[in-house]
């Protein structure tokens, strides 16, 4: 299937803008006339140009010139005063397109799976959510008005030459074919370049954030020179990418230039020849070279406009592209309601797992059944699907074989809502938001009280160190709560999940991050709060796993064992290695 060329492309493109732009068509309709009605009132001033030099001042009447002038006047107000209405229709309109586009991308986001974000860079998305946003409301707003306004325009002004002289109107029409060919030709080739552009925006945005976010690393490492070597070698790429595109503007406006004044020059020999000859009087070459100049900007504009619509186009196929993914872990058709109360038996059964395009599966053949209120601790060597197996317990993955159960009920017969409420998850790299430390806290339990706030707090043995910050729950804890430490981040983390006190939790080694003797004080707490809930816990430490009522072991993508911690230390060689391996990992980072 062959490309379509670019012209046609960008077209079919900007109409997927029409479910956007249809509730205000009104309005932008409107604008548009507005600045229609705005350009041909001031393309009928040479027409009363023609009647002034053609009437008073070539009969030496004054006595109607004072009316003409005025009609000059009056014309000039009111094409200012359209102009004016045009922008206060657009304003609205537009920006409430932007902010459209922008909330269905950001709630699609929101829609689509894990897997999806681990591979798309951020920046990219980032840029496709501000600037191609931006690109594709100012084209809205003016651009595209003013590409039709000002083809029509032009349309009209070929049409009133043609009217005051056959002749000097077929000029126009004639220097309008190779102007519309040279026009097409550059603008395929800055549709191209805009769209690079686009894409290495969005390159060197995702450098800025990788290198913001990880400052710390770089510096402690003495990497800076070097990442700052790849920005630059960046940022090279897209000046260059961005030159092209002044050469391709530069050399359309050239073209849009000399044609017009060319055919300019050739009305005003032709005029002149035909004002000596009697055939062509004074008044309409005034009026002929008056359209001409008033025409100039709307054939000199064509080419920035075309380019501004490429750059639109780019945007819109750049939004589209994410839009375009369909989520593939959705709601059920027909979901199934959860068991009031919700028990929180969890069973896997033959659970099956590849990630998309892989070569080899992660998990093949995991059976599991976790009773209600029982803590299972979950333990296996580094690489053995131990984080992946939890993030199918509320479906950040989706098994590809087999199935996780809640309450006799396939999670996957579930709304991801009630399922998301019933599992709550904590990770071992805690993630916070640029926000206040109840903001963090209540994304676990919206709408819960101050006090329901503490007492999570509390759980997690994170009520001290908040209390102590500025401003206790209302403390902003910055950009990836870097502010904090690794142990009060984790611990945030903790209480963000028992918030909502739910009946499942799933804790991917949420003791990473402490030390000695925070670690004592979290599992303590967890003590108390794993007590009433049934809970998977993936574990590395020992003083984890002896939080749990069982372990099991999982090994080259089963489970390998099943028992309490001291059954399968006595009976397994393999549990032993990993438990003893992860305490001398600690005692030489304790070192």
């Known amino acids: 299937m062959t490309e379509p060329p670019p012209a046609r492309a960008s077209l079919s493109t900007l109409r997927r803008l029409a479910p956007y732009v249809r509730p205000h068509r009104r309005a932008l309709l409107g604008g548009g006339a507005a600045a229609l009605a705005g350009t041909?009132?001031?393309?009928?001033?040479?027409?009363?140009?023609?009647?002034?030099?053609?009437?008073?001042?070539?009969?030496?009447?004054?006595?109607?010139?004072?009316?003409?002038?005025?009609?000059?006047?009056?014309?000039?107000?009111?094409?200012?005063?359209?102009?004016?209405?045009?922008?206060?229709?657009?304003?609205?309109?537009?920006?409430?397109?932007?902010?459209?586009?922008?909330?269905?991308?950001?709630?699609?986001?929101?829609?689509?799976?894990?897997?999806?974000?681990?591979?798309?860079?951020?920046?990219?998305?980032?840029?496709?959510?501000?600037?191609?946003?931006?690109?594709?409301?100012?084209?809205?707003?003016f651009s595209g008005i003013f590409l039709v306004v000002n083809v029509l325009t032009v349309l009209v002004g070929i049409g009133v030459l043609l009217w005051l002289s056959v002749w000097l109107g077929a000029v126009i029409a004639?220097?309008?074919?190779?102007?519309?060919?040279?026009?097409?030709?550059?603008?395929?080739?800055?549709?191209?370049?805009?769209?690079?552009?686009?894409?290495?925006?969005?390159?060197?945005?995702?450098?800025?954030?990788?290198?913001?976010?990880?400052?710390?690393?770089?510096?402690?490492?003495?990497?800076?020179?070097?990442?700052?070597?790849?920005?630059?070698?960046?940022?090279?790429?897209?000046?260059?990418?961005?030159?092209?595109?002044?050469?391709?503007?530069?050399?359309?406006?050239?073209?849009?230039?000399?044609?017009?004044?060319?055919?300019?020059?050739?009305?005003?020999?032709?005029?002149?020849?035909?004002?000596?000859?009697?055939?062509?009087?004074?008044?309409?070459?005034?009026?002929?070279?008056?359209?001409?100049?008033?025409?100039?900007?709307?054939?000199?504009?064509?080419?920035?406009?075309?380019?501004?619509?490429?750059?639109?186009?780019?945007?819109?196929?750049?939004?589209?592209?994410?839009?375009?993914?369909?989520?593939?872990?959705?709601?059920?058709?027909?979901?199934?309601?959860?068991?009031?109360?919700?028990?929180?038996?969890?069973?896997?059964?033959?659970?099956?797992?590849?990630?998309?395009?892989?070569?080899?599966?992660?998990?093949?053949?995991?059976?599991?059944?976790v009773r209600p209120g029982e803590t299972m601790a979950l333990v296996g060597a580094t690489g053995s699907g131990k984080t992946t197996l939890t993030a199918l317990v509320t479906r950040l993955h989706d098994v590809t074989g087999g199935a996780v159960l809640l309450d006799g009920v396939d999670v996957r017969r579930l709304r991801l809502a009630d399922l998301r409420t019933a599992v709550a998850t904590a990770f071992e790299d805690p993630v916070l938001i640029s926000a206040s430390v109840r903001e963090n806290v209540l994304l676990g339990s919206p709408g819960s009280s101050d006090e329901q706030v503490w007492d999570a707090l509390r759980v997690a043995s994170a009520d001290g160190f908040v209390a102590a910050l500025p401003w206790g729950l209302d403390t902003r804890i910055g950009e990836q709560g870097m502010s904090l430490s690794g142990g009060q981040r984790q611990r945030l983390a903790l209480a963000r999940a028992v918030a909502g006190h739910p009946p499942v939790l799933v804790l991917d080694d949420p003791l990473s991050a402490l030390d000695v003797h925070t670690e004592a004080e979290v599992e303590a707490a967890l003590r108390r709060v794993l007590g009433g809930v049934t809970a998977l816990v993936v574990a590395h430490r020992p003083s984890t796993v002896q939080l749990a009522d069982r372990v099991a072991l999982l090994d080259d993508g089963r489970i390998a064992a099943v028992g309490t911690h001291s059954q399968l230390l006595a009976t397994v060689p393999e549990y032993r290695r990993l438990l003893a391996s992860s305490?001398?990992?600690?005692?030489?980072?304790g070192a």
Request: proline fraction near 5%; charge should be neutral; aromatic fraction near 6%.
């Open 40 to 141: 041909l009132s001031g393309l009928t001033i040479p027409l009363v140009t023609r009647a002034i030099v053609d009437g008073p001042i070539a009969r030496g009447d004054a006595g109607s010139l004072p009316w003409l002038v005025l009609g000059v006047l009056g014309l000039g107000v009111l094409e200012a005063a359209l102009m004016f209405l045009r922008r206060r229709l657009v304003a609205r309109p537009s920006t409430g397109i932007e902010a459209a586009l922008r909330t269905d991308l950001f709630a699609h986001l929101q829609r689509l799976p894990v897997a999806f974000h681990d591979g798309w860079p951020s920046g990219q998305l980032l840029s496709r959510a501000t600037a191609d946003l931006t690109t594709i409301r100012w084209f809205v707003a």
């Open 174 to 369: 004639v220097t309008a074919v190779p102007l519309l060919v040279l026009t097409v030709l550059l603008e395929r080739r800055f549709s191209v370049a805009a769209r690079r552009a686009q894409d290495q925006a969005g390159d060197l945005t995702t450098a800025i954030e990788e290198s913001a976010l990880g400052i710390r690393v770089l510096k402690s490492l003495g990497r800076g020179r070097r990442f700052t070597e790849r920005f630059v070698a960046e940022a090279r790429g897209l000046r260059g990418t961005e030159l092209l595109k002044i050469r391709l503007i530069a050399a359309l406006w050239a073209v849009l230039v000399l044609l017009p004044e060319s055919a300019i020059a050739v009305v005003l020999g032709l005029g002149a020849w035909g004002v000596a000859g009697g055939s062509l009087t004074i008044g309409t070459l005034v009026a002929a070279v008056t359209v001409m100049t008033y025409l100039y900007w709307p054939i000199a504009s064509l080419g920035w406009l075309l380019a501004e619509a490429s750059n639109a186009a780019a945007a819109t196929r750049r939004y589209w592209e994410v839009r375009d993914v369909a989520p593939d872990i959705v709601d059920p058709a027909d979901p199934q309601p959860l068991p009031h109360p919700v028990r929180g038996a969890l069973e896997l059964r033959g659970v099956r797992f590849r990630h998309p395009g892989g070569d080899r599966e992660i998990l093949s053949g995991v059976d599991l059944a």
């Open 583 to 589: 305490d001398e990992d600690r005692e030489e980072v």
